[in-house]
C-alpha cells in the first residue's frame, strides 16, 4: 500500500561538460566589478559598485565561470532562508563566447546541483535574462508556474 503513494522522480539531464579550458570556481568571488562589467555585458544597466558588492557577501555562495584566459565569462550567486527557499541572482554568461549555450548549461546545472545537496527540498527561484531560459526549462523550470508572477521594485 506504500508503494501507491511513491512518486518517482523526474529524470534529470545529463551532466553538462564544460568546454576545454573554461573553470567553474565557488571558492574566490569575482570582484563587483568585474561582476557589474559582465552583467553589462549581458545587457543589464550598470550598478553601483557598493551595492554590488554587499549584495555578493549577504549572499549563500556564488559559482563564477571562467575562460582560458582567466576572464570572467559567467556568474551565478544565491541567496536562501537555508530552510524552505533559495533565489538564483545574476544568472549570466557573457554572449560573446562562442560556447555561451553550453556554458550557461553548465552554470544552471552547477547551482542546482549543489542546492539539491544542500538544500533538499527547498523551492527554488530565479529572475533571468531571456538567454538562459532554455537551461533552466532543460532542468525543470517553469515560466509563470499556474500563473504566477514575479514582480519586482526598482528604488
Known amino acids: 500500500m506504500l508503494d501507491s503513494l511513491l512518486i518517482p522522480?523526474?529524470?534529470?539531464?545529463?551532466?553538462?561538460?564544460?568546454?576545454?579550458?573554461?573553470?567553474?570556481?565557488?571558492?574566490?568571488?569575482?570582484?563587483?566589478?568585474?561582476?557589474?562589467?559582465?552583467?553589462?555585458?549581458?545587457?543589464?544597466?550598470?550598478?553601483?559598485v557598493d551595492r554590488l558588492a554587499a549584495a555578493l557577501q549577504r549572499s549563500a555562495w556564488q559559482l563564477s565561470l571562467r575562460n582560458p584566459h582567466g576572464a570572467l565569462v559567467g556568474f551565478v550567486r544565491v541567496t536562501s532562508d537555508l530552510a524552505l527557499n533559495a533565489n538564483l541572482w545574476d544568472l549570466s554568461v557573457n554572449p560573446a563566447e562562442p560556447e555561451q549555450e553550453q556554458l550557461m548549461i553548465v552554470l544552471v546545472h552547477s547551482a542546482l546541483s549543489r542546492l539539491r545537496r544542500e538544500l533538499p527540498g527547498c523551492s527554488i527561484s530565479v529572475a533571468a535574462a531571456p538567454m538562459a531560459q532554455a537551461a533552466l526549462k532543460r532542468h525543470g523550470f517553469v515560466v509563470d508556474p499556474g500563473g504566477i508572477r514575479a514582480m519586482g521594485l526598482s528604488l
Open 9 to 48: 522522480f523526474r529524470s534529470q539531464p545529463p551532466v553538462p561538460v564544460l568546454p576545454p579550458g573554461y573553470g567553474l570556481a565557488s571558492d574566490l568571488a569575482p570582484s563587483a566589478e568585474e561582476i557589474n562589467a559582465l552583467l553589462v555585458a549581458c545587457g543589464d544597466p550598470v550598478r553601483p
